[in-house]
Structure formats: C-alpha cells, structure tokens
C-alpha cells in the first residue's frame, strides 16, 4: 500500500516562494505519477501540476504556469512543488496524489485517476 504525506507548507508573503514536499513509503515512488492538487475555502479541487512516473513530462494548470516547478527524486521517494511569485489566490490546501504508470499530457489528468492521496498541507500567502 503506497502512503503519501505532505510537508512544508506555511505562510509566506505576496511575491515569496515556498517548496512543499510529498514523501511515499509502503511502495516505492517509481511506478507512480504524481500530481499536486490544491483546495481552497468554498472552491473545488484544482488540479496544479503532474509529473510522469518517468519523471520526462510534466504538466501545469495555466493559474501556475512559469511560477511553479514540480521535480522528483526516486532515490528518496521524494516528489517537490517550487512555488515562486505567490499570491493570494494560491493559498489552499495543497494535497499530493499518486496514480501507477501515469504519464503526464497537454492538460492537468482528473483526480478520480489517482488511488493515492495525502492527507495535504496548508499554504497561505499573506501580508
């Protein structure tokens, strides 16, 4: 059974960056795609970005585009969200989610594709 858990979340300041961070354990992250999903206060899930199993494609919401880099490091089972230029509206919870052999296209997948969820890390962007 894959487990994934966020952490580095906080509050950060208009214009500031912040890294969040999803570790597995269980199962090794390899086979896995990962992508980080966001939920603010009355909005629905938003899809933010996707990185292939593979770790060769990754895919952004365009709310994100040029501002966030998500990475990967399967030797410690690590996958990160770089999170520049921030703004108020990127404060939400922010979840990652793990699907086997995604591969990652043009647009941001569903999150009824991913049977693996963490239980999310707060960002909030305030002055």
């Known amino acids: 059974q894959l487990r994934l858990g966020e952490s580095g979340g906080g509050l950060v300041q208009p214009g500031g960056s912040l890294r969040v961070s999803c570790v597995a354990s269980?199962?090794?992250?390899?086979?896995?795609?990962v992508a980080w999903f966001r939920q603010a206060p009355g909005k629905e899930r938003e899809g933010v970005s996707c990185i292939s199993w593979s770790g060769r494609s990754t895919t952004y919401a365009d709310s994100v585009k040029g501002r966030f880099t998500t990475t990967r490091d399967n030797a410690k089972n690590m996958v990160y969200l770089q999170m520049n230029s921030l703004n108020a509206e990127d404060t939400a919870v922010y979840y990652c989610a793990a699907a086997a052999w995604l591969q990652c296209r043009a647009t941001m997948p569903s999150s009824a594709q991913f049977a693996y969820w963490g239980q999310g890390t707060q960002v909030t962007v305030s002055s």
């Open positions: 269980g199962l090794t992250l390899d086979d896995y795609g």
